[in-house]
Structure formats: C-alpha cells, structure tokens
C-alpha cells in the first residue's frame, strides 16, 4: 500500500506548492525561519555572498515537510575562505528509496569592487524513481550578484538553474525538478540586534512569489526569528543559539492546509 499512497502524496505536494518545487534547494534554517528569501542569506541562493562572508563554515542541516518521513531533505556542505577565489561545495537529498532527488553543486565567489561582489554556480541534479527506465538529470548554473549602497543594507539578483542541459531519460521533465527562476532581495541591518530581510521571486510559470522577514538578538549568542512567505501564505519562525563557534538553528514552517513543517540545522565556523 506504501508505494502507492506516497507517490499519491509527491503530487499532491507539489500541487499545492507549484511555485516553488525545488525539493533541493532548501535554504539554511535561519533564512527559512525568516521567510525563506536566501538571495541575501545563503550562497546556496547566491553564489556572490561567498565573497562578503566572514568565516569559513561547515553545516549539516534537516527538514521534514508536514511531519512525513519520505518528503524530507537533507543536506550539507562547506564554504571555504580565502583570499583567492572563495569556494562552496553543498550536497542535497530529498525523497525515499523509490523516489529520490539529489544535489550536487559547487560555487564560487569574487568581491569585483568596494561594493560590488559576483558569484557562479554549477549543479548535477539527479532523480532516481521506478517512474523512469533509467536515472534522470540536469547540469544547470547559477549566477549572483550582490551590492552594498551603505554599510547596513545589502541588496542582491539571483538566476537560478540557467542554462540546463538534461541527462538520462528522455521521458524526463527536468523543469519539475530545479525550475529556473529569478531572485531579488534585501537585508537591513537596523540596529546591531535587529535585522529585516525581504525578496521577491519570478518563476518559470510567470508566478511572483514574496518574502518578509525579521531577526532580533534579544542577548548575546541567542536570536529570534519570524517571517512569511506567499504563494501560498506560510508564516515561519525559529531560533538559534551560537556557543563555541558551533551554530544551533531551530525552525518552523506553517502551511494552512498541510500543517507544520520543522528543521534544524547545525553549523561551525572558523
């Protein structure tokens, strides 16, 4: 009865989420708790921020839609400093034995100017299902560019998954697994305990999606965050507590109909 009640459950999913159906490219917790616009959050959304990061860090992070075991994604990587060409390498995987995505992707950042930074991507993106004779895929880029008008406000652009070139299986839709889209956003540090982020997304099927979020250090080494996305309407929030230079994020997303969805993420930087 499983194999046929969770495929039923993947369409569903997607329906329900047909903005954004990249399983894989699922940000940090920390900008999911604050809406999920990682254009200025993560290098995994932008690849320029490699350049303006201050430390090299290692992660690991877990997410788990609506509390069903087969409509998780993990994933990890490493961002590595250095005065030359900063550098990530992230791995992703969403799904169960009988349906799995995968994601392998390796990014670099350069600073260009006093105010201006870019960032490229590349990534395999693989499905392994009974639906298909064989494995399916997709090598596709990212570009990213950040710019800084003052000290306190970051804005950045996004391309995601263009241009793509599939792989394997001919019967294979790749646009339903990475679908290309573009990204704009912001980040406003207000004071040193607070900090808004907002972004907006254009994606294939000509749909707008938005974010709106905020963080607050009530004390040293311990944040709250809360935000909302649209397309459809899904309030976040979390938390995250920093000692010894490791990294603890806790985070939550609502949606109406399907129910909550938790993560956690770990992370150290040196």
């Known amino acids: 009865m ?5 495929p039923f459950l993947l369409g569903w999913f997607a329906c329900l989420t047909a903005v954004a159906t990249d399983n894989l490219r699922i940000p940090d917790l920390r900008a999911l708790s604050i809406g999920g ?11 320029a921020l490699l350049a303006i990061r201050e430390q ?6 877990y997410y788990n839609r609506y509390s069903v075991s087969e409509l998780a994604t993990m994933s ?5 400093l250095n005065d030359i060409l900063p550098a990530g390498i992230e791995i992703t995987s969403f799904g169960y034995d009988e ?3 995968s994601l392998f992707r390796l990014s670099a950042g350069k600073q260009i100017a006093s105010k201006w930074s870019l960032g490229v991507a590349v990534q395999y993106v693989l499905l392994q299902s009974e639906l298909f004779e064989e494995s399916s895929g997709r090598i596709s880029a990212d570009v990213g560019i950040t710019y800084r008008p003052v000290e306190n406000v970051l804005t950045g652009l996004s391309i995601l998954h263009t241009p793509a070139i599939r792989t394997g299986d001919r019967n294979f839709d790749n646009r339903h697994v990475a679908p290309y889209s573009i990204q704009l956003g912001f980040n406003w540090d207000i004071i040193n305990m607070v900090l808004i982020t907002g972004s907006l997304e254009h ?10 979020g905020m963080e607050y250090m009530p004390f040293d080494d311990f944040k709250v965050r809360t935000g909302i996305r649209t ?6 929030f979390g938390v995250g507590y920093r000692f010894a230079g490791i990294n603890v994020d806790v985070g939550s997303v609502y949606h109406s ?9 770990l992370s150290f930087s040196f």
């Not at 616009?37 to 690849?47: A, F, K, Q, R, S």
């Open 2 to 6: 499983k194999r046929f009640i969770i």
């Open 37 to 47: 616009g990682g254009v200025t959050e993560t290098p995994l959304y932008n690849p």
């Open 56 to 61: 090299s860090t290692l992660y690991a992070n």
């Open 76 to 80: 990890g990587g490493f961002y590595y």
């Open 99 to 101: 349906y799995r995505e």
């Open 203 to 212: 994606g294939r099927e000509e749909n707008i999606a938005g974010s709106f």
């Open 231 to 236: 397309a459809p309407l899904r309030p976040s």
């Open 257 to 265: 109909v399907l129910g909550a969805s938790l993560g956690i993420g």
